[in-house]
């Protein structure tokens, strides 16, 4: 620590002696006088700097990081978008079609349990709150898998300019969805009448489910509510 503060105590008179040495042809006073490796040449160069480029140099460099960083992260978000347009209409229907056909596997026999159970329940009588709630576990269950089916099928990448087509039938399957939960919850409360109405309005939304499945080229997806319908 004691060296380092004689080099800077006494570099104001080697810089001063520096500045007082002639010009002499083939001298070397340029050289010392300019910033050298040595901690002399390091010392003169400091003290010969005006302190106004001294913090405009400070202020530049502090300036350089955060456009640095800026200009970064555009690269980065530039090389993101600039990648792939998104998988092939033919590769959306495969993996689309599979995820139909697990939840058709799944829903087709709860289907069939609400349509037996919704004809009793439609007549009425004095079991009808009981056979309500006894429904509603299956409705309830019919909904959960029609909504993982339909979670799974919007996380898939669409194909680029395909969006308006898909939403076409992912739209209305999702109100078909929605519409199921409400009816479980009405089955639930015993509410029979509110139930089967809520499960005959799915009906015709399901048919467009299907017919907008199809149009697309999708093989299984109309077939996971077409039973409703």
């Not at 499945?213 to 299984?220: F, I, K, N, V």
């Amino acid at each position: 620590m004691g060296s380092w503060i004689t080099t800077h105590s006494t570099a104001p008179q080697v810089c001063a002696a520096a500045a007082a040495t002639p010009d002499v042809p083939g001298s070397r006073r340029n050289a010392t006088r300019a910033p050298s490796a040595t901690g002399t040449g390091r010392a003169c160069g400091f003290l010969l700097m005006p302190a106004g480029s001294l913090h405009e140099s400070v202020r530049r460099v502090r300036r350089a990081k955060p456009i640095t960083a800026v200009a970064v992260s555009g690269l980065l978000a530039l090389a993101g978008c600039g990648g792939s347009s998104g998988p092939s209409k033919a590769q959306y229907v495969a993996k689309a079609d599979a995820i139909c056909t697990t939840a058709h596997t799944q829903t087709a026999p709860l289907i069939q349990q609400v349509a037996a159970a919704g004809a009793s329940l439609a007549s009425g009588g004095a079991g009808a709150a009981s056979g309500a709630r006894r429904l509603a576990s299956v409705v309830q269950r019919l909904h959960d898998v029609a909504a993982a089916g339909l979670a799974q099928l919007r996380a898939l990448r669409q194909p680029s300019g395909d969006h308006a087509a898909i939403e076409r039938f992912l739209t209305p399957l999702a109100s078909v969805v929605d519409a199921i939960g409400q009816a479980a919850t009405a089955l639930g409360s015993g509410q029979a009448p509110q139930a089967l109405a809520l499960l005959q309005q799915v009906a015709p939304v399901a048919q467009q489910v299907a017919s907008a499945a199809q149009a697309y080229g999708l093989t299984q997806c109309g077939s996971v509510v077409s039973a409703l319908g």
